[in-house]
């Protein structure tokens, strides 16, 4: 099937465009090689001139996109996220190397061939971009117009989106009469007037609370689940990529720091852009006890009044988890869970615990505790002693 027949298809079909049921599910939009909206990027590079001299934002990025997945652009601000994300829809050309979407290099494609483009490419932002002086219906109708469909068309189309974002009762209000998430949610219902393949998404979040923020993730996610349709997203929070996406890319000073599945990432970040960004979710030293920690141990007898604080670390790999009684045992000593946390990635457990065991108990070896059949942990570290509380 060629590109413009199975747009045709999915203009048609409206919503249903990748799936014959509404339960298609995102594992056969993988499976399935044909399916479309799949991105490559072939040593894109891209340089701004401004007046203080050349800007690289972006260099050598290889890089994969499977059609039907959710895959999460991470960095710091200036890391050339948004620079990367607008050479899909060609909103920006790269200075060099190719970006392919469905296999079909884009800079060969004529203005008409572009216009079709971007109407297979739904795109929502951090500052929702809705015209103020149109109602709910009226900004989620325009792309439909601009791409000539009639008003008998345009109408179920649109109670359709309404429906599938949640606002079937806003049809008629205006931008400013509605919250920061409902506004979102007009963002993505437009964003999919045109039966796209692909949505990209700037920071779409990152204006929103974190419940609100929750809320329009988890339509993102059905999105993805129930049509097939690729999504792209940036942002600058670790706690976004860790609720949505199947793989990273975490960009600084516009390079690739590393790529993969998030459990992966998250459980063994290698890049110290990549440990900075997910610093603000990790258990760290509660402060009662970093102000009462010390790292020698005490002597003799005071040993009795205090525990030892080891750090035992899950990365996802191998499907080993915190089991307490298998680490009460290897470490032959009662073990009290102080702090931390383990988090499901992926059906990967991934997350930091801090035990306490009695320091007057002589501890085995540490390192063979995290290798092998007999592993605890990924990794295992001796913080230090506090006094029994
Ligand atoms: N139109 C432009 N002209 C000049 N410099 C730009 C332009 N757009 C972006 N840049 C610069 O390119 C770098 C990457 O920007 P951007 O892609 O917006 O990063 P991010 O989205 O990660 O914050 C930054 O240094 C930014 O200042
Ligand atoms: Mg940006």
Redesign the pocket.
Known sequence: MTTSQSTAIALEHGLERHGDTASASRASALDAATVAGSVVFERIGKT???SAGP?H??QDIDLSIPSGSIFGII??????????L?TINRLESPTSGRVLVDGIDISQLSERELVQLRRRIGMIFQHFNLLSAKTVYENIALPLLVAGATPAEIEPRVLELLNLVGLQDKRNTYPTRLSGGQKQRVGIARALATGPEILLC?EATSALDPETTHSILQLLRDINGRLGITIIL?THEMSVIREIADQVLV?EQ?RIAETGPVWKIFGEPRHEATRALLAPLQHDLPDDLRRVLRQTPPEGAAQSGFERILQLSYTGAGGLEPDFIRISQALAAPVRLVHGGVDRIQGHANGRLLVAVPASHALPELPPLAHGAAAIAHHIEEIGYVPVL
Request: no cysteine.
């Open positions: 701004y001139h401004s800007v934002a972006l960095g710091r601000s200036g890391a050339g996220k948004s620079s990367l607008r700037d940036i960009l516009g």
